[in-house]
């Protein structure tokens, strides 16, 4: 082969390497990625199936129910309410009436929490729970 048809194969060979390598990194990174849905947006049927995601919103005032590590709460965006089921070990702010940060997945239109995260001051709310709080509370 002459040096011009090396050159076009390396060429090639390069803009094959370079586009796989973009293929499997997005790819990668679609799997890893974790959508932030408020109750409503559950509610309505946009959660995605058989993938786990993150719900977030207000801890209902009377809903948190203790069995031992087992706990199972209702999180709101005051327009609609949903169930959370966790086993676990709670965060130390975790109570009523605070912003919370579920994440996992629906099993049988319960949401089965594997991580719940809390408000770490009484000033501070997750962005993706003001938004939604927000949003919800627009639209009533």
């Known amino acids: 082969m002459t040096k011009r048809q090396n050159r076009m194969v390396l060429v090639a060979l390069l803009v094959i390497g370079v586009s796989l390598a973009g293929y499997l990194g997005l790819k990668a990174f679609n799997e890893n990625l974790l959508y932030f849905l408020s109750p409503t947006d559950v509610t309505k049927g946009r959660a995605p199936k058989d993938k786990d ?15 031992g590590i087992k706990v199972v709460f209702d999180v709101t965006d005051y327009s609609n309410t949903f169930r959370v089921n966790y086993s676990g070990i709670l965060p130390d702010l975790f109570k009523e009436g605070q912003g919370v940060i579920t994440t996992g997945s629906l099993v049988d239109g319960v949401f089965m929490a594997t991580e719940v995260l809390a408000k770490h001051d009484e000033n501070y709310m997750p962005p993706e729970v003001a938004d939604a709080l927000e949003k919800a509370k627009n639209k009533q």
Do not use: E, N, P, Y
Not at 58 to 67: A, E, G, L, Q, T
């Open 53 to 67: 995601f993150r719900l977030g919103g207000m801890i209902v005032k009377d809903s948190i129910k203790h069995d």
